[in-house]
């Protein structure tokens, strides 16, 4: 038979851990000698050292591989997207609907190109986009000899967009049935639209199913024309004051005064084919003026 264990006291049980945590017998705290624990200590140092150094030099690496302006794969944007403004989603497709009798229902569109244009003001470009560009050619920049070690930006005004900034006619003629519609190519760092350099993208815009009920389609500025010197874009960093070139696009409806109208920017480099990307390279919208 097995013999029953002496059950230990509370006592005798804090006795025995008092005399693991030190042994005055031979020396040891927690079952160690000091030696030994100098020893553990040395080891565990060097290793966290080495591990430290390690990551830190694996950080330190790749930073200095990092380009802090530009993102170092951009693999997915090959071409850009183009936007169209007053930007007022139906269910699936931008329809810009408006009443030309409803003050409301116009004010609304004013309102979203008033605020679109906020940032192309013509004072504040003049204040921080002030550098004199060369018009009709890329902007290639290799330092960065703006201000603060930004690259500069060409200035894009409100005013340039002639009768359908806002100025002139604040109601970018959403009272009758001419109004005008902005279009915005997206953004693309280091990006050339075009391969000839004399040959700068431009804004064109068809009738779609056979409607022929716009009488006239007139381009802002320099007839749809987006300056070559607005090109190559070198990221929000290296030009924290740059603004997309715009065109403004204002129609003429006749007839039922309805449309359904796509605007494609030409380029040699942007594709607007693909049918997984509906808004490369151009923006499809249906307009419609009521009364």
Not at 117 to 144: M, R, S, V
Request: positive net charge.
């Amino acid at each position: 038979m097995a013999t029953l264990k002496e059950k230990r006291t509370c006592g005798q049980r804090c006795e025995d851990f008092g005399r693991f945590v030190w042994n005055s017998d031979n020396g040891t705290f927690m079952g160690r000698t000091p030696e030994k624990w100098v020893y553990i200590s040395l080891y565990y140092v060097a290793f966290y050292v080495v591990m430290t150094g390690l990551f830190s030099l694996a950080i330190y690496v790749l930073m200095y591989t990092l380009d802090p302006y530009a993102p170092d794969y951009q693999d997915r944007l090959k071409s850009p997207g183009v936007m169209v403004w007053p930007d007022t989603y139906g269910e699936e497709d931008i329809e810009i609907n408006y009443n030309t009798s409803d003050k409301a229902c116009w004010t609304k569109m004013s309102k979203i190109l008033h605020k679109f244009l906020g940032p192309y003001n013509d004072t504040k470009q003049l204040e921080c986009n002030n550098y004199n560009c060369t018009k009709g050619k890329y902007f290639i920049q290799k330092t960065f000899s703006a201000p603060h070690h930004t690259k500069w930006a060409c200035p894009f005004t409100q005013s340039m967009l002639g009768p359908c900034s806002g100025l002139e006619d604040p109601t970018f003629g959403y009272n009758c049935t001419m109004p005008c519609v902005v279009i915005k190519m997206n953004r693309i760092i280091d990006f050339l639209p075009t391969n000839h350099t004399e040959l700068p993208p431009y804004v064109n815009c068809t009738i779609l199913e056979g409607q022929s009920n716009v009488a006239k389609i007139e381009y802002f500025p320099d007839r749809g024309v987006m300056d070559l010197s607005y090109f190559p874009y070198y990221g929000k960093l290296a030009q924290p004051t740059y603004v997309n070139p715009l065109v403004a696009v204002r129609f003429s409806l006749v007839g039922e005064k309805h449309a359904k109208i796509q605007c494609r920017v030409v380029g040699d480099k942007i594709g607007y084919q693909s049918y997984h990307e509906p808004y490369e390279g151009k923006v499809t919208f249906y307009l419609k003026a009521m009364k």
